[in-house]
């Protein structure tokens, strides 16, 4: 007992914040109509995406990330919008701030979503649950948000339980509970494990976050890949020691393609840089950040690659502005070399608040971020876009 009394003691106390329905919810202080009533906000084009779906539609499997087309079917009845993506931005930084009043180390981590180190505040505030009250208060009543957060000893924990506590509730999980309350979970739960991890596990008719802690390791590093498998079976047993801060914000974000016949055909690599440059567009924005330029990566046939980079007259986060940049890249490129391509990649650079701060003095900042969200191409939560730290 006393042995237990005292790890609890030393456990970090973590919290992860994120609001309910971003999107929507913001919609709704706008628009109070739309209270109670299934909203899907996304493109609504006929390529359009899900960007966020109220509960009410969540209700009928509409989610982020679902083609709007397949929502349409789904939950006829919503009511489908675009939304306000500038909006969007100013709440979430009057959000940050709140949450900076309750502790000095806070870590953003997208545009609604962050961590707090609240070690050792119990003196100041009490329980950590009362504490998360505290904080769910003032986001509601300053910003008429509903928010949820979860509690744990590290960043994995904490994050985990804030989906046991959506929406509009406190969980915790100390230490000692995390690998039960892990065990019975799916492995998709494990942040980190995408649809590609999953499919590979599934083979290993490994499911739950239980079968993946006690897995064999060999098995494991040939699905998982040799570094990852004990890193990850870590996690699986809810063992986390990352510290809040692990690295620098991305200072890029990129996306590539591999073509399995390389391509010389000017109209097909421009439908790719398309794409791409929307994938790229869509990541840049949940991550409420506003780039400074755009690269291309061009690999030939005999794997020379090339990159280009060009920067922004004004940083933005808008579709057209990046596609319209890495597309004057590859004329130039293909102009001094039209060999048949192998890889094209594209990548927003010089990410950052000041970016973000800077574009505020333009006149017209929202107008091609607005025009993006019709043609958001989002793909699962953990996609297979690459996030680099910009060392290219
Ligand atoms: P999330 O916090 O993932 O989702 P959410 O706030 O809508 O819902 P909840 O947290 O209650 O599950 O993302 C925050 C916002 O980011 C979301 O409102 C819309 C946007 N977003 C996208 O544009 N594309 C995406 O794929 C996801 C996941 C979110
Ligand atoms: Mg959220």
Redesign the pocket.
């Known amino acids: 007992m006393a042995d237990t009394e005292k790890q609890t003691e030393n456990e970090r106390v973590i919290f992860h914040v ?7 919810e913001v919609e709704r202080q706008n628009d109070p109509s739309l209270r109670g009533k299934p909203v899907v906000i996304g493109g609504i084009g006929p390529r359009g995406v899900v ?2 779906a109220s509960y009410e539609a969540r209700k009928f499997g509409v989610h ?2 679902m083609a709007t087309a397949v929502a349409r079917r789904l939950c006829p009845q919503a009511i489908f919008m675009r939304g306000t993506h500038g909006l969007y931005r100013k709440v979430s930084k009057k959000f940050m701030n709140i949450l900076r009043e309750y502790s000095p180390n806070v870590v953003p981590v ?4 962050a961590y707090l180190d609240m070690s050792g505040t119990e003196r100041l505030y009490g329980q950590p649950i009362e504490t998360a009250n505290m904080i769910r208060d003032a986001v509601r009543s300053e910003l008429g948000l509903p928010v ?1 957060i979860g509690i744990g000893p590290s960043k994995l924990v904490a994050k985990v339980s804030t989906e046991h506590a ?2 509009d509730g406190v969980f915790q999980v100390r230490q000692q509970e995390a690998e039960t309350f892990f065990a019975p979970q799916s492995v998709r739960n494990l942040p980190g494990i995408g649809p590609k991890a999953a499919e590979a596990l599934a083979k290993l008719e490994i499911t739950t976050l239980g079968q993946l802690a006690t897995a064999s390791l060999g098995p494991l590093r040939r699905a998982l890949g040799p570094n990852h498998a004990e890193h990850v079976q870590r996690r699986a047993r809810g063992i986390d020691d990352s510290p809040l801060r692990e690295r620098v914000k991305a200072k890029s974000i990129s996306s590539e393609t591999t073509f399995e016949t390389d391509v010389s055909s000017r109209s097909e690599l421009e439908k790719v840089l398309k794409n791409l440059s929307e994938r790229v567009g ?1 990541r840049l ?2 991550s409420g950040q506003r780039a400074r330029g755009t690269s291309i990566k061009l690999r030939y046939g005999d794997f020379t690659t090339i990159t280009r980079q060009r920067t922004f007259q004004v940083p933005g986060d808008g579709d057209q502005l990046i596609y319209d940049t890495a597309h004057a890249l590859l004329v130039t490129a293909m102009r001094q070399r039209g060999d048949p391509v192998r890889l094209v990649g594209v990548a927003v650079t010089g990410l950052g608040e000041q970016a973000a701060q800077l574009s505020l003095l333009d006149q017209n900042p929202m107008a091609d971020s607005n025009t993006s969200e019709a043609m ?1 191409v ?1 793909r699962s ?1 953990y996609g297979d876009e690459a996030i680099s730290r910009g060392s290219r």
């Open positions: 994120d609001l309910d329905a971003f999107f929507v960007a966020t982020s990330a997208s545009v609604d979503e949820s959506k929406p869509t924005r949940k958001d989002i939560r």
